[in-house]
T-cell receptor, first 113, second 110 residues
Framework: KQEVTQIPAALSVPEGENLVLNCSFTDSAIYNLQWFRQDPGKGLTSLLL?????REQTSGRLNASLDKSSGRSTLYIAASQPGDSATYLCAVKSNFGNEKLTFGTGTRLTIIP | DGGITQSPKYLFRKEGQNVTLSCEQNLNHDAMYWYRQDPGQGLRLIYY???????QKGDIAEGYSVSREKKESFPLTVTSAQKNPTAFYLCASTVNTEAFFGQGTRLTVV
């Protein structure tokens, strides 16, 4: 059974700093991994999707990496801004044909002005 | 605008009532999903549908029902058999394995 863990559960950093969020998964046989952002009381916004054959994806100040063999992914945020404050969730899709996404419980990020 | 629309945003249910949550998408996606989110827990899959007139149970389907009569619509009914329905419900659709979500419905039992 796939399990996804995100540590820490909460993180506070001063504005302008670069930061890394972590995601680990127990079964390396994944099809892809997706990072989401969730604002309080809102739905999930897709940030980056990494296919199992890829090592990283970049979008603006965000960079996500994937190391399947070690069961880890990181989301790097450069030059953090107060608007980056949100909960960040990662989810893995295990095995082609299995439609389930397994989610971590998220990291609540606060950027201090 | 293209996207996934969930309604209502807030819903209150009395004990013993069935309620239906709406999910509509105009993205022309084949696959649609319902997830439940509780504080301190990851999202859990309730039901999913890969094509019209077909759907599959997820991990926590008991007390819920769905239909998929149209490609654009995937309503979720929370029945009286669901003993702890208070939660945030999220609808999603996928294209090329990338998932997109609606803004959610918060259901509260009163």
């Amino acid at each position: 059974k796939q399990e996804v863990t995100q540590i820490p559960a909460a993180l506070s950093v001063p504005e302008g700093e670069n930061l890394v969020l972590n995601c680990s998964f127990t079964d390396s046989a994944i099809y892809n991994l997706q990072w989401f952002r969730q604002d309080p009381g809102k739905g999930l916004t897709s940030l980056l999707l990494i296919q199992s054959s890829q090592r990283e994806q970049t979008s603006g100040r965000l960079n996500a990496s994937l190391d399947k063999s070690s069961g880890r992914s990181t989301l790097y945020i450069a030059a953090s801004q107060p608007g980056d404050s949100a909960t960040y969730l990662c989810a893995v899709k295990s095995n082609f044909g299995n439609e389930k996404l397994t989610f971590g419980t998220g990291t609540r990020l606060t950027i201090i002005p | 605008d293209g996207g996934i629309t969930q309604s209502p945003k807030y819903l209150f249910r009395k004990e013993g009532q069935n309620v239906t949550l709406s999910c509509e998408q105009n993205l022309n996606h084949d696959a649609m999903y319902w997830y439940r989110q509780d504080p301190g827990q990851g999202l859990r899959l309730i039901y999913y549908s890969q094509i019209v007139n077909d759907f599959q149970k997820g991990d926590i389907a008991e007390g819920y029902s769905v239909s998929r009569e149209k490609k654009e619509s995937f309503p979720l009914t929370v029945t009286s058999a669901q003993k702890n329905p208070t939660a945030f419900y999220l609808c999603a659709s996928t294209v090329n394995t990338e998932a997109f979500f609606g803004q959610g419905t918060r259901l509260t039992v009163v």
